[in-house]
């Protein structure tokens, strides 16, 4: 089954409920404490997990994820080590697991390299928050659609229905990312209907599922969205729960269980 194929069955299985994509960086706080960290969003409800490669420069993220990356870097994660995780998580979970990155890890390794490790290992897809999708001497979208791999989309606060249409027709990706707001990751998003009603706009003028993301931090968010998205994606939240256990000297992996039972509530089931 191709990635593309997997996300969209996620999709169909929700039946109409929203889902949650949760966020986390590999290797924050180690390795073995974040496969940990994954294997609880699954275990808890998650319908869609967004693994981050770690980053020196985390341009769209706030300082939660911004720190995270760093205690990553520190601890030795590397895109290597990141993969293999991944691959594992796998083995493991037949919920969709899409790599989000900025685009200057993926050059490093290579992209095409990336893109076959990523395929073989049953990954369903990428989150390129810089990615200039303009960009044709990268054709990143024709090289992922070709391994049946999902691009996502981002689509901005003030990105026009017109061009959100055109960059959902360039992918083969079954949804597009709204942001819900200027600036970077980490703060909560009030929902307001404008906000709302924007969602349902990108819905019917791009036909494409869409996850709603930055700033949202609780269930009630969660179950806001419904009928107008199809995916809330919480991370800052999830960062901060580890955050807060490893203060306390608690389990990360139970806390960010704890955390996403939370969101998903009668959401999923």
């Known amino acids: 089954m191709s990635g593309i194929d997997r996300i969209t069955g996620r999709f169909e299985e929700l039946h109409g409920r929203v889902g949650l994509m949760t966020h986390a960086v590999v290797g924050y706080p180690d390795l073995r404490s974040s496969a940990r960290i994954f294997s609880s969003m699954a275990s808890s409800g998650a319908s869609f997990i967004e693994a981050q490669l770690p980053f020196s420069d985390p341009t769209a993220d706030g300082p939660s994820i911004v ?5 990553a870097l520190r601890a030795g994660t590397t895109t290597f080590s990141s993969l293999d995780l991944l691959s594992s998580l796998r083995k493991e979970t037949t919920i969709p697991i899409l790599i989000m990155s900025y685009l200057n890890p993926l050059l490093a390794f290579g992209i095409d390299a ?12 990428f989150i390129v928050p810089d990615y200039p999708d303009d960009e044709s001497e990268l054709d990143l979208e024709a090289k992922c659609a070709a391994r049946g791999l999902a691009l996502v989309p981002l689509i ?18 079954p949804f597009i990312y709204a942001v819900m707001r200027l ?7 009030e929902l307001a209907e404008e906000a709302l009603s924007r969602l349902g706009a990108l819905r019917d003028v791009t036909g494409r599922r869409v996850a709603a993301g930055f700033g949202i931090r609780e269930r009630s968010q969660v179950e806001a969205l419904a009928l107008r998205a199809d995916c809330a994606i919480v991370g800052s939240a999830l960062i901060d729960a580890i955050g807060e256990a490893l203060a ?15 969101l998903v509530g009668a959401q999923v089931s």
Not at 156 to 173: D, G, V, Y
């Open 67 to 71: 720190q995270a990356n760093h205690a």
């Open 114 to 125: 990336i893109l076959d490790r990523a395929a073989r290992d049953g990954l369903d897809g």
């Open 156 to 173: 901005a606060p003030a990105t026009t229905l017109i061009r959100a249409r055109a960059l959902a027709e360039a992918s083969a990706s």
């Open 183 to 189: 600036g970077v990751t980490g703060r909560k998003t």
């Open 248 to 262: 306390k000297g608690l389990d990360p992996a139970a806390a960010v269980g704890a955390k996403v039972s939370d």
